[in-house]
């Protein structure tokens, strides 16, 4: 083995280090993201919670299929700014919108809330 193989061979394992560190902090960061992209969608469905229960209050339905519209739209031209696919976008709203209707649909008998007992 020459001084040059050891070097490379040293190299090639301080690439190897390097590139284990690396994923084991992605995953680390990815697990993070994870956890507050959850969190963003449960606030998200106490929201859908609300809204749905100001339109009963309002006599609305439920369901606003322009207005359902009118969110992708949005959503997509956000997400093309951002530079993410926009239609992994637009799947995942339609269905975070379809679930957040049927919490609605499901949960608004409750609505609103009883105030906490005292």
Do not use: H, N, S, Y
Request: glycine share 8%; hydrophobic share 40%; aromatic share 4%.
């Amino acid at each position: 083995m020459t001084d040059t193989d050891g070097e490379e061979a040293g190299r090639e394992a301080r690439r190897e280090t390097a590139a284990r560190e690396e994923l084991e902090a992605a995953r680390e960061r990815i697990q993070e993201v994870d956890d507050l992209l959850i969190r963003t969608i449960g606030e998200r469905f106490e929201l859908a919670l609300r809204i749905g229960g100001a339109k009963t209050v309002l006599g609305l339905p439920v369901m606003d299929p322009a207005r359902e519209a009118e969110v992708i739209r949005r959503l997509a031209g956000r997400a093309r700014e951002l530079g993410v696919d926009e239609e992994m976008t637009r799947d995942v709203f339609w269905r975070i919108i379809g679930q957040a209707r049927a919490v609605q649909e499901d949960r608004l008998p409750d609505w609103p809330p009883a105030p906490p007992p005292e």
